[in-house]
């Protein structure tokens, strides 16, 4: 199984809401991920999270904060968020953070910011 | 293939064709390469992948090549299939499993 799961698959808030997108794997994996996706382009990476502790954070606005709770739960919570912030978040899953490791990623989190 | 603005190339093949994509990579330290098919609406999903010390790699229906003289990675699907509609994604792996993804290349099937 490898079933990275994601909610909610659409989200529409405010500039000035509080929301949080969720992302489960169940496949023991110590690294996750959080990406960035706008249309017609490639993932972009924003967090990666590393035996729960984050590793590296693109210079990704303050407005998003990843939190990780536990191995198998990884959230992002999102504040005071801009238009431009509308796309596609993508949770990725990986057995461990450093080698030749595998990203397997879940459905995604459509975002429209009003 | 590489993303121009806002318009991803396009590979249009009749249902039945073997279809073959191509990828540039950047970077001579990359030793991982893992390609990707995103349908519409939904998360990148994982084809297949080659480790550097390998120049070929098949699958069921693909086949990754990999030439890092020239730093050139393809993706070939045989007998073409409409479910196999989407936009596909090189990535490069370098050791640190940071993935930098190429620009894309939608593939369409004509029935």
């Known amino acids: 199984d490898t079933e990275v799961t994601q909610t909610p698959k659409h989200l529409v808030m405010g500039m000035t809401n509080k929301k949080s997108l969720k992302c489960e794997q169940h496949?023991?994996?110590?690294?996750m991920y959080w990406y960035k996706q706008k249309a017609k382009k490639p993932p972009e990476l924003m967090f990666v999270y590393s035996y729960e502790k984050l590793s590296i954070n693109e210079s990704v606005p303050s407005r998003f904060s990843p939190e990780c709770p536990n191995s198998s739960l990884l959230n992002l919570h999102l504040h005071a968020l801009q238009p431009e912030d509308s796309a596609l978040y993508l949770c990725a899953s990986s057995q461990y953070w450093q080698g030749q490791e595998t990203q397997y990623f879940g459905p995604g989190t459509r975002l429209l910011v009003l | 293939g590489e993303s121009v603005g806002l318009h991803l190339p396009t590979l249009s093949v009749q249902e039945g064709d073997n279809s073959i994509i191509n990828c540039a990579y950047s970077?001579?330290?990359?030793?991982?390469f893992i390609w990707y098919k995103q349908e519409s609406g939904k998360g990148p999903q994982f084809i297949i992948d080659i480790r550097s010390n390998m120049d070929k790699r098949q699958g069921q229906r693909v086949t990754v090549l990999l030439n890092k003289t020239v730093k050139h990675l393809s993706l070939q699907i045989a007998a073409t299939q409409p479910g196999d509609s989407a936009v596909y994604f090189c990535a490069e792996n370098d050791a640190g499993n940071m993935l930098t993804f190429g620009g894309g290349t939608r593939l369409m099937v004509k029935p």
């Open positions: 970077n001579s330290a990359s030793d991982y």
């Open positions: 496949m023991g994996h110590r690294a």
